[in-house]
Structure formats: C-alpha cells, structure tokens
C-alpha cells in the first residue's frame, strides 16, 4: 500500500477537513424542487444528510450534531431532515444489517465517512415510506458521495454493502 492510500476504515484529517470545508461552503438551506429521484435538490439533500450523519457517526451524539438552519418551505430540507431522522430513530436496526453484510470487516474500525454513508443509505432504502426512489437511485446517490468524500475502493465496497441491503 502507498503512504498516501488509506484503508476503508482509517480516517484520514484530510477527509474530515473536506467535510468541514464543503459543509461550511454550502448554503444549507437550498431550494428546490424535489419531483425526481436523482433530481439535483435531491442530491443537495442526500448531501446535507450525509453531513449530519457524519458528524453523528464523528461525534457519537445527536445532541452535539450542528443543525441544519430551518425553513419550513424548503421541501429539501424537509428531505434532508426525513433521511437523517430515518437514521437517528432506527440506527441499532441499520447498523445491525450493515455488521450482517460486512462478516469480514470489523464494523468499529469503519471508515467514518464510509459508516455514515452505509447508514444514510441503509436508511433511506430501509425506513423512507412512501417514497418511490428505486433502490439502483439510492445506491447510485451514495455511492456518488462516496467518490465526493472517500475513495475509489470504497466506492465499491458502499455498492457491494448497499446491494446487499436492496435484495
């Protein structure tokens, strides 16, 4: 392995900074129309999602995650703030079936980015009602974060992990 390479399970200050620097770029509260699955306010709100799971998954409690601005009239915060609680009110059930699908990786040695990705994934196949998003969308989106804020091999693994969930 190259010094510069990590595993999927190390976190690295640089994919932490990028975060941190990309989350404080962004206006959190965007607008936009949420018609389609993959529509670009949709991948916004996944985005904004990942960001606060991260800092759940960093930080270990929901009370020390920095909220997102409210503004009842964003229907993408709306989504954001239904991806994240999804995973807030069911995590021991997602990470459950992510330890089932990970049998020859050790869940707590994760790689941050890549276990809050898996559980935004997990969460919105598993716990959104009523939304039609088909599964390839959803994997597709995380998988999408994936090559924003980790690495190649992580693409894959979030999509070998997430395959498994939609089965």
């Known amino acids: 392995m190259k010094d510069n390479e990590h595993l999927p399970w190390e976190e690295t200050s640089e ?24 529509s670009p306010s949709r991948k916004q709100a996944r985005d904004m999602a990942f960001k606060l799971v991260y800092q759940f998954t960093v930080k270990g409690d929901v009370s020390d ?48 980015i890549d276990l809050a990705i898996l559980r935004l994934g997990v969460g919105e196949l598993l716990f959104i009602k009523g939304d039609k998003t088909p599964s390839a969308v959803v994997i597709g989106a995380m998988v999408d974060l994936a090559k924003k804020y980790s690495t190649e091999k992580s693409m894959a693994f979030i999509n070998g992990v997430l395959a498994g969930v939609s089965v």
């Open 65 to 112: 995650v920095t909220p997102i601005e409210e503004d009842s009239k964003t229907v993408q915060n709306a989504f954001c703030q239904t991806l994240y609680g999804a995973v807030v009110d069911n995590l021991s059930a997602i990470d459950d079936r992510i330890k089932s699908l990970i049998k020859d990786f050790d869940f707590e040695r994760l790689f941050k």
């Open 15 to 38: 994919s932490s900074a990028i975060i941190q620097q990309d989350s404080e770029q962004e206006n959190v509260a965007c607008r936009g129309d949420l018609q389609s699955p993959a």
